[in-house]
């Protein structure tokens, strides 16, 4: 297991040396300078990130057209999309939002405290409080602030509270317990052990608050969270899971690994996007009345802000309401995820075999990472971003492909006959 945590990557990104802001003597601060250093640092280690230009075309995902670096657009497969199940597609989306733009026009038009309170929030709330078998839901702007505002919030209204954290838990959670002032304790990655002796060896006395995602999403495990929420009852600790990766997909009506498990009831608050599985943007968490009530009233990042459009969270709402209801697409991306992992697999491609949807190959390097990408794009019209530091440990970087159910057999055995030809023209490492 790796050995640095998130939080230890996340800070060490945005740190910049002293020493390479001040001058040392009396010349002003050259800004510009340190501007450019911080850029040249990224391309440097092969880490700086180029955003592609795409269109995805309606109706026919994975399909998409690539403007960057060619003459017109190019035909291109979507292997990295979040939009897991093809939702952002799905014509029920579509219908619902095209019928609240021309009903209601295109924004909110206030915070949700002035103006931005409609209807539709209203009803997406309760079927986001239905889907979680919690009594209220709260809709934020996204998931990133869902995190970040909750997880601030919380620990102030409680002081003195501790919160531990799971050491790969996502920027957006470390962003709101730093901001919360609280005391942390990091745990290794889903070590019940390591969790347990932090747990014991605080005062019994203080609040405490375990925070922890569902489904990692670049490694494509899963949390024990039965075990955890044995834990946060042995030691009376509140539960935060973040089921980012799980909402839609999992569980009977898609309501994540804590549906699947059987123990939404048990966890405090459960934390999700709207803009992965379900398609289309938002963020949400579900919990008790009365802790809805007091992030709804207290935090910043939930009460400064223009509300989500109603025409997303009409979207939202179709897709949420279709997704309880109908498991073909979650069958379907179970399936392409098996298959794909068995390709790569059986073409002696170094796939880490996890037990969700996510099927990540590991490269080790990140301007090969990078290079593989881009010849994947340039030469076989396969679309898939390197993941690099600090988003993974250095030496760990990989591509991450997100099968669903509209890839077909025929793409697979395409995009696996291609990374076998790009492995051995690299030279790179196969699977041990
Ligand atoms: C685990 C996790 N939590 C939260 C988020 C943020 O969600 P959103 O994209 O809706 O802001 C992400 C996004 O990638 C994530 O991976």
């Known amino acids: 297991m790796m050995s640095e945590s998130s939080e230890t990557r996340l800070v060490a990104e945005s740190r910049v040396p002293e020493s390479s802001v001040r001058s040392g003597d009396a010349r002003p601060v050259d800004y510009s300078r340190v501007f450019t250093q911080a850029i040249d640092r990224l391309h440097a280690e092969g880490r700086y990130r180029v955003f592609i230009d795409i269109l995805r075309n309606k109706g026919m995902f994975p399909n998409a057209r690539c403007f960057a670096g060619h003459n017109g657009p190019k035909p291109i497969t979507v292997w990295c999309s979040n939009d897991y199940l093809a939702m952002g597609q799905h014509p029920k989306v579509i219908a619902a939002m095209e019928e609240a733009l021309h009903d209601v026009g295109a924004g909110s038009g206030g915070t949700r405290n002035i103006g931005g309170n409609t209807h539709y929030h209203i009803d997406l709330e309760v079927e986001l409080a239905d889907l979680h078998g919690?009594?209220?839901a709260l809709l934020f702007t996204s998931g990133y602030v869902s995190n970040e505002a909750t997880l601030a919030t919380l620990a102030k209204v409680l002081p003195g509270c501790i919160i531990y954290s799971d050491e790969l838990n996502h920027a957006s959670m470390i962003a709101g317990i730093r901001n919360s002032g609280a005391e942390k304790r990091v745990f290794r990655h889903n070590d019940l052990a390591h969790l347990e002796e932090l747990l014991s060896t605080d005062d019994p006395a203080l609040p405490k608050l375990?925070?922890?995602?569902?489904?990692?999403?670049?490694?494509?495990?899963?949390a024990p969270v039965a075990a955890i929420c044995d834990l946060a009852d042995k030691y009376n600790a509140l539960t935060y899971l973040d089921e980012v990766h799980a909402v839609g997909m999992y569980?009977?009506?898609?309501?994540?690994?804590?549906?699947?498990?059987?123990?939404?009831?048990?966890?405090?608050?459960?934390?999700?996007?709207?803009?992965?599985?379900?398609?289309?943007?938002?963020?949400?968490?579900?919990?008790?009345?009365?802790?809805?009530?007091?992030?709804?009233?207290?935090?910043?990042?939930?009460?400064?802000?223009?509300?989500?459009?109603?025409?997303?969270?009409?979207?939202?709402?179709?897709?949420?309401?279709?997704?309880?209801?109908s498991s073909l697409e979650r069958d379907g991306q179970q399936a392409a995820a098996a298959t794909l992992k068995a390709m790569l697999s059986d073409a002696g491609l170094p796939v880490m075999l996890g037990e969700t949807?996510?099927?990540?190959?590991?490269?080790?390097?990140?301007?090969?990472?990078?290079?593989?990408?881009?010849?994947?794009?340039?030469?076989?019209?396969?679309?898939?971003?390197?993941?690099?530091?600090?988003?993974?440990?250095?030496?760990?970087?990989?591509?991450?492909?997100?099968?669903?159910?509209?890839?077909?057999?025929?793409?697979?055995?395409?995009?696996?006959?291609?990374?076998?030809?790009?492995?051995?023209?690299?030279?790179?490492?196969?699977?041990?």
């Open 251 to 325: 569980g009977a009506r898609g309501g994540g690994i804590s549906e699947r498990d059987g123990v939404a009831d048990r966890l405090t608050i459960i934390e999700g996007t709207l803009g992965k599985a379900f398609g289309v943007m938002g963020g949400y968490i579900a919990a008790d009345r009365t802790i809805v009530d007091v992030i709804r009233s207290y935090a910043p990042g939930f009460i400064f802000t223009t509300s989500l459009s109603p025409v997303l969270v009409a979207g939202v709402l179709a897709s949420v309401r279709h997704l309880k209801s």
């Open 357 to 432: 949807h996510i099927v990540p190959v590991m490269v080790g390097d990140p301007v090969k990472a990078k290079k593989i990408s881009d010849i994947l794009l340039a030469e076989y019209g396969v679309y898939v971003q390197p993941i690099n530091y600090p988003t993974v440990p250095r030496g760990t970087e990989r591509l991450r492909f997100t099968p669903g159910p509209a890839h077909s057999e025929a793409m697979m055995r395409e995009l696996t006959d291609a990374l076998v030809e790009i492995w051995g023209r690299l030279e790179l490492r196969q699977a041990a």
């Open 134 to 136: 919690k009594e209220a």
């Open 210 to 222: 375990i925070a922890f995602e569902s489904v990692y999403s670049m490694e494509g495990d899963v």
